[in-house]
C-alpha cells in the first residue's frame, strides 16, 4: 500500500513562501502521478496541482496558477509543491496522493497513498 508523507508547512506571513514536499515511505513514487489537494477549515478537499510520473506534465487550479509549482526529483522519490505570493486564503492542510494518469491533465482524481498532511497558515 502506498503511504506518503508531507511536510514542509507553517505558519507564513502573506506574500510569503514555503515549500511543500510528499516522500512515499516504500514503495518508488517514480511510478506514480501525484496530486497536491487541500483543505481549509469547514470546506471540501480540493485539488491544488497535479504532475504526471516523468514531471513534464503538471496542471494546477485557478486560484494558485502562478503562484504555486509542482515539482519532482524521482532520484529523491519526492515531489514538491513551492508555494510563493501566499494568501491568507491559501491556510488549509496540504495532502499529497496518487492520482489518475489520465487525469493529470484535467480534474487530477485522487486513488490512494493519503498521508496525515501539513498544515500551513497564511496570517500577519
Known amino acids: 500500500q502506498l503511504q506518503l508523507v508531507e511536510s514542509g508547512g507553517g505558519l507564513v506571513q502573506p506574500g510569503g513562501s514555503l515549500r511543500l514536499s510528499c516522500v512515499a515511505s516504500?514503495?518508488?513514487?517514480?511510478?506514480?502521478?501525484i496530486g497536491w489537494f487541500r483543505q481549509a477549515p469547514g470546506k471540501e478537499r480540493e485539488g491544488v496541482a497535479c504532475?504526471?510520473?516523468?514531471?513534464?506534465?503538471?496542471n494546477y487550479s485557478d486560484p494558485v496558477k502562478g503562484r504555486f509549482t509542482i515539482s519532482r526529483d524521482n532520484a529523491k522519490n519526492t515531489v514538491y509543491l513551492q508555494m510563493n505570493s501566499l494568501k491568507p486564503e491559501d491556510t488549509a492542510v496540504y495532502y499529497c496522493?496518487?492520482?489518475?494518469?489520465?487525469?493529470?491533465?484535467?480534474?487530477?482524481?485522487?486513488?490512494?497513498?493519503w498521508g496525515q498532511g501539513t498544515q500551513v497558515t497564511v496570517s500577519s
Open positions: 516504500v514503495f518508488t513514487l517514480e511510478f506514480y502521478a
Open positions: 496522493a496518487a492520482v489518475l494518469p489520465t487525469s493529470v491533465l484535467t480534474t487530477c482524481v485522487p486513488t490512494l497513498g
Open positions: 504532475i504526471n510520473t516523468s514531471g513534464r506534465s503538471t
